[in-house]
């Protein structure tokens, strides 16, 4: 059975720096490309950064560029967030979304999701 | 980038209705790689849709997606009540793998 198990989200002021992981199990963790997702209180779903199987690509979106870098331990089937410089509008509950197959793929898995808080 | 935009953006109906929902996209999206999504309060999204139009496992029948190009839609053929809730297209075909902003279906 596919699960994944976000972890270290909180509240973090202005300016700070959280780092968020997702554990993976129940398949090959190195042979699939993952992706953050994020969705701020009462709002829609907002794609915020990806990387493909191996790392060797990522990806972000232009809210996040230059603030967010997203990493992946295959040995540890683990999947990484490290955001820095922190907004109040990054404040959202961050998924983590296995693809289906490669990059251009949907997402067949989700975690249940991590609160970010960003608040003085 | 990509925007999707769906409507409307709150569909009331009872169960047993018929649902269609439309997913619009500013540029042609690429192979067809469009998806829907599920959503409850406090739950994570659930895959119903992908390739526009291919059931995701244990997707029931009454769920079906069509459409190409910039024009999709998500059909729920007959409404059970477990079926209301929030519904999210999205395009993979190009980065940024962007979401409508969704239509929520609630009970009339």
């Known amino acids: 059975e596919v699960q994944l198990l976000e972890s270290g989200g909180g509240l973090v002021q202005p300016g700070g720096s959280l780092r968020l992981s997702c554990s993976a199990s129940g398949f090959t963790f190195s042979n699939y490309a993952m992706s953050w997702v994020r969705q701020a209180p009462g709002e829609g779903l907002e794609w915020v950064s990806g990387i493909s199987g191996a790392g060797a690509g990522t990806y972000y979106a232009d809210s996040v560029k230059g603030r967010f870098t997203i990493s992946r331990d295959n040995s540890k089937n683990t999947l990484y967030l490290q955001m820095n410089s922190l907004r109040a509008e990054d404040t959202a509950v961050y998924y983590c979304?296995?693809?289906?197959?490669?990059?251009?793929?949907?997402?067949?898995?989700w975690g249940q999701g991590t609160l970010v808080t960003v608040s003085s | 980038e990509i925007v999707l935009t769906q409507s409307p953006g709150t569909l009331s109906l009872s169960p047993g209705e018929r649902a269609t929902l439309s997913c619009r996209a500013s540029q042609s999206v690429s192979t067809s790689y469009l998806a829907w999504y599920q959503q409850k309060p406090g739950q994570a999204p659930r895959p119903l849709i992908y390739?526009?139009?291919s059931r995701a496992t244990g997707i029931p029948d009454r769920f079906s997606g069509s459409g190409s190009g910039t024009d999709f839609s998500l059909t729920i053929s007959r409404l059970e009540p477990e079926d209301f809730a929030v519904y999210y297209c999205q395009q993979y075909g190009s980065s940024p793998k962007t979401f409508g902003q969704g239509t929520k279906v609630e009970i009339k």
């Open positions: 390739g526009a139009s």
């Open positions: 979304a296995k693809s289906r197959s490669g990059w251009y793929a949907d997402y067949d898995y």
